[in-house]
T-cell receptor
């Protein structure tokens, strides 16, 4: 089944403790992206990747890091999480151009206390 | 700058009633337009998309949307709502960026409640 898999689904952590949210897709998509969803703000892009070793900032990249060492994986790293990073996070992938839209993962709900 | 506006934050309809969710976009070129649905605790599922051609687009689950360039709108419609349609709906525009990348810009969402 074609899908984007994120882990974990739920995570509660403390301020400053480094964490990684994993994302993997099995569709051989070139484009991958991370979004965060907050009430009243919709989805905002954090980082994106056009291919292996090619990443760039989205609209809200502060406090986040990403890497794309393999085509299928695109982990999101929070080096020192803060409470304002409490949010619902989605990983998404696309074959390429915008007309394909994105396939989304099921989301990771992160709480930073 | 590209943007998407969904004027209605919450909408409540009765089961069996018709539905229209509004979406307005701001984009200089011909847009790629999408509607996604997010059921509680789930990711986003693509309902339908518009690139060009026929301005009335059919999607899954009985939804359709009409692209109106003169109004910069892409409203989502369904003739008869089912209780299972209760969810949050997101309109998005695909924007071309430099270097060939294409980015989805989302509206803030409309939460739909369905009364029995």
């Amino acid at each position: 089944e074609a899908q984007v898999t994120q882990n974990p689904r739920y995570l509660i952590t403390v301020t400053g403790k480094k964490l990684t949210v994993t994302c993997s897709q099995n569709m051989n998509h070139e484009y991958m992206s991370w979004y965060r969803q907050d009430p009243g703000l919709g989805l905002r892009q954090i980082y994106y990747s056009m291919n292996v070793e090619v990443t760039d900032k989205g609209d809200v990249p502060e406090g986040y890091k990403v890497s794309r060492k393999e085509k299928r994986n695109f982990p999101l790293i929070l080096e020192s999480p803060s409470p304002n990073q409490t949010s619902l996070y989605f990983c998404a992938s696309s074959p390429g151009t915008a007309n394909y839209g994105y396939t989304f993962g099921s989301g990771t709900r992160l709480t930073v206390v | 700058a590209q943007s998407v506006t969904q004027p209605d934050i919450h909408i409540t309809v009765s089961e069996g009633a018709s539905l229209e969710l509004r979406c307005n976009y701001s984009y200089g070129a011909t847009p790629y337009l999408f509607w996604y649905v997010q059921s509680p605790g789930q990711g986003l599922q693509l309902l339908l998309k518009y690139f060009s051609g026929d301005t009335l687009v059919q999607g899954i689950k009985g939804f359709e949307a009409e692209f109106k360039r003169s109004q910069s709108s892409f409203n989502l419609r369904k003739p008869s709502v089912h209780w299972s349609d209760a969810a949050e709906y997101f309109c998005a525009v695909g924007a071309h960026l430099s270097g060939g990348y294409n980015k989805l810009i989302f509206g803030a969402g409309t939460r739909l409640a369905v009364h029995p």
